[in-house]
């Protein structure tokens, strides 16, 4: 059987200043993406971005807070998002299957069933699922939901083997190094002993609804004996390759006694 990887990614990374889309992130995971392949693992994309670049697609500076507004950004800006992927997979000779759930899909039994189905048939099928909330039809994914956690459900549900959270940072930090440059990276954490490590967490990012707190979270909620976890940085030169291959790189997730 093959080992199953899901690689969350934040919309730091799928964005930029300069450009709707980073195509240079893109093409630098979907390059990794067909290295796994070829050694033989099973690849899920959980990719946030869709709100981000439907407000660049507008021109908007500043992230709405009316509901409406947010769902017709995702609806406009996932068109885009999924495009960017498809153009790069097919470059390394991959498909992008575009997968939209919430986070009740995946509490309800049934459905559960069938999300497991299908990403088994895309699998069969060959292609990649990318993940993304359902935000341009559910007002419970904008209110409450953020990817990172959905990343974790989703891992936990296809008893995948390893869940790589990427963001624009190295790792898990006592303190925002945005904000604080001597804040010291921690390299493995037992989520068992969370408090003994007086992490400060900071603010969700410019465009995303998560944080440094919500990342951990979802580690937790997927973790059991047998498989780990990590939080790097998605920019970093073949992160999702280093970290398989057992190099020292971000913060390895735990959970032990």
Do not use: C
């Amino acid at each position: 059987m093959n080992k199953i990887v899901v690689i969350k990614i934040g919309s730091s990374l799928v964005t930029d200043s300069n450009d709707f889309i980073d195509k240079d992130f893109i093409r630098s995971i979907s390059s990794q993406i067909r290295n796994l392949i070829e050694k033989g693992y099973e690849v899920i994309v959980v990719s946030s971005g869709a709100i981000a670049h439907g407000m660049k697609s507008w021109g908007i500076r500043e992230k709405p807070e009316e509901i409406d507004k947010l769902q017709a950004l995702s609806a406009v800006g996932q068109i885009g998002l999924i495009n960017a992927y498809q153009d790069e997979f097919r470059i390394h000779g991959l498909l992008a299957a575009q997968v939209l759930m919430s986070h009740s899909d995946l509490k309800d039994e049934e459905r559960s069933k069938n999300i497991q189905t299908s990403l088994k048939n895309i699998f069969n099928l060959g292609a990649i699922p990318i993940i993304n909330e359902n935000d341009s039809v559910s007002t419970e994914e904008i209110q409450y939901g953020d990817n990172d956690q959905l990343s974790g459900e989703v891992a936990s549900l296809i008893n995948a083997n390893y869940l790589i959270i990427l963001t624009d940072q190295d790792g898990v930090y006592k303190e925002d190094p945005k904000k604080n440059l001597d804040s010291k990276l921690i390299k493995t954490i037992n989520l068992k002993e969370i408090d003994r490590y007086d992490i400060k967490f900071g603010k969700p990012g410019e465009f995303g609804r998560g944080g440094m707190e919500t990342k951990l979270i979802a580690a937790k909620n997927f973790l059991k004996e047998g498989n780990q976890a990590w939080i790097a940085n998605g920019k970093r030169a073949d992160i999702v390759l280093n970290i398989l291959e057992g190099k020292d790189e971000g913060t390895k997730i735990s959970l032990v006694n």
